[in-house]
């Protein structure tokens, strides 16, 4: 895995982690102010073990740290339109 793969990996589970917060408010309140929030997929050692060395380097002294199992992504959806239709229209 490269750098910048591991880090678009990052993003978007960051990105899914926060929707997945708003949904789910409960899940916030388990989370320690100022907590280090460190992803692993229950199975890739190898993000994981790339995930957690970052999170070392990164850490602030006595900073909770918080772990966010994943089991994996679903594939992204592109749209929520029904059935859209194209009109072209020479003009307003």
């Known amino acids: 895995m490269t750098e910048a793969e ?3 990996i990052q993003r978007t ?3 899914e982690f926060s929707r997945y917060i708003l949904g789910h408010p ?8 100022d ?3 460190v992803f692993l997929f229950n199975d890739d ?3 994981n073990k790339h995930s957690i ?3 070392r380097s990164q850490r602030e002294k006595d900073q909770p740290v918080v772990f966010v199992k994943v089991g ?3 594939p992204p959806f ?3 339109l029904i059935n859209p239709k194209l009109e072209v229209a020479p003009q307003l």
């Open 6 to 8: 591991f880090w678009k």
């Open 26 to 33: 409960e899940m916030e309140e388990k989370i320690p102010l």
């Open 45 to 47: 050692e190898e993000f």
């Open 13 to 15: 589970l960051s990105s």
């Open 72 to 74: 994996g992504l679903l």
């Open 35 to 37: 907590a280090q929030v």
């Open 53 to 55: 060395e970052v999170a």
């Open 78 to 80: 592109e749209s929520r």
